[in-house]
């Protein structure tokens, strides 16, 4: 994965209003051959700052020791935490890994033949949705145990989280 930079990024620099945040990374994805769809669903979903947001605190928190090679949520999160933590305001990301781990688990992504951006952001969620389940099946299966914390004392009936 690499990150590179435009030669008209100072250009672009120069044309963004002050009030453009410091914080905000504007990074091109990199096709790796008909990987537009892909592109497309990567740069809205990262500019979905409450999901982009959440995929980092994961990735900082819960995701920390995940070394699944597999994971669609991992591999999104390396993708934007790329963009986010680059020194660079301006550039280009290749999200290789992303699309390698796609490819690997849905065939009907392999290939070079064109895509539709609704399918891969459907199969994407869906799949990041599966992910988190997995991740906290047994979070799940203590809290309806009645169980109150992971070493089995507690007991009695679960408490009540809502107002």
């Known amino acids: 994965d690499g990150v590179g930079m435009g030669t008209s990024s100072s250009k672009l620099e120069k044309s963004l209003p002050s009030s453009f945040p410091d914080n905000e990374r504007l990074f091109g994805l990199e096709n ?3 990987t537009c769809y892909c592109n497309s669903v990567l740069q809205a979903l990262y500019f979905c700052i409450p999901f982009r947001e959440a995929v980092l605190n994961w990735a900082r928190t819960a995701g920390k020791g995940n070394t699944d090679e597999d ?5 999104l999160a390396d993708t934007f935490s790329a963009i986010n933590s680059n020194k660079k305001k301006f ?3 290749g999200p290789k890994r992303l699309i390698q781990v796609l490819k690997k688990n849905n065939e009907a992504f392999r290939g070079f033949q064109h895509q539709d951006a609704h399918e891969f952001m459907n199969y994407l969620l869906n799949q990041i949705g ?3 389940d997995k991740e906290n099946a047994p979070n799940r ?3 309806q145990s009645g169980r109150s914390d992971s070493l089995g004392g507690g007991g009695g009936a679960p408490k009540k989280t809502w107002g």
């Open 32 to 34: 790796f051959g008909n």
């Open 71 to 75: 994971s669609m949520l991992l591999s």
């Open 130 to 132: 599966e992910e988190l």
């Open 91 to 93: 550039g280009v990301y």
């Open 141 to 143: 299966d203590l809290e």
